[in-house]
């Protein structure tokens, strides 16, 4: 990143690349524990979106709506479909008709996929601790707090903007 900040220094010199340098970094920093974080996974034959469907309705603990559930893991809700079926399929989750309109469906953790979450969560987070051990506890404390302040600013611009495009239609 500091060769990428040293091209643009030299060829926009007026360029402030202060908003390059953290971008870029998170930018570079999610592409690489995205990799590496999901070996785990691969192991066992799941992608991290599906592993975040079943991680998603293990967290609630109650069905949901293949709606409620793109929403909870920041997905469109065709490849929440998509990957559905195939969980369905491993027999890890299922479906269940809403009683009061059936075009809905409600989505549950079977018991397998339970077992499965509670078998492999432990061992994926052990996984990702040992991918910031280079970093002690206060360092990993103090970038967990910066990157939810800078989460939150970002929800908040991304609801301002669903919001604006509403009173648009």
């Known amino acids: 990143m500091a ?29 690489l524990l995205r990799q590496a974080s999901d070996a785990p996974l691969a192991r066992e034959g799941f992608s991290r979106p599906e592993f975040d469907i079943l991680s998603a309705l293990r967290r609630e603990d109650r069905e949901l709506t293949p709606g409620q559930l ?7 809700a065709t490849s929440v479909a998509k990957r559905v079926r195939t969980l369905e399929e491993k027999g890890l989750l299922a479906r269940r008709p ?12 079977t018991v397998s996929g339970r077992e499965l979450v ?3 969560m ?5 996984y990702e601790r040992s991918l910031l051990a280079g970093l002690g506890e206060e360092e990993r404390d103090q970038l967990a707090r910066v990157l939810g302040e800078l989460l939150r600013l970002l929800e908040e611009r991304e609801r301002g903007s669903r919001e604006g495009a509403r009173r648009g239609r």
């Open 3 to 31: 060769k990428v900040l040293g091209q643009w220094r030299r060829v926009l010199p007026d360029l402030d690349t202060g908003p390059v340098a953290v971008v870029g970094r998170l930018t570079r920093c999610a592409a």
């Open 70 to 76: 793109a929403r909870e893991i920041y997905a469109s």
């Open 98 to 109: 809403d009683d009061r309109d059936r075009r809905v469906v409600h989505l549950s953790l």
């Open 118 to 120: 509670d078998r492999i």
């Open 122 to 126: 432990p061992e994926q987070t052990a």
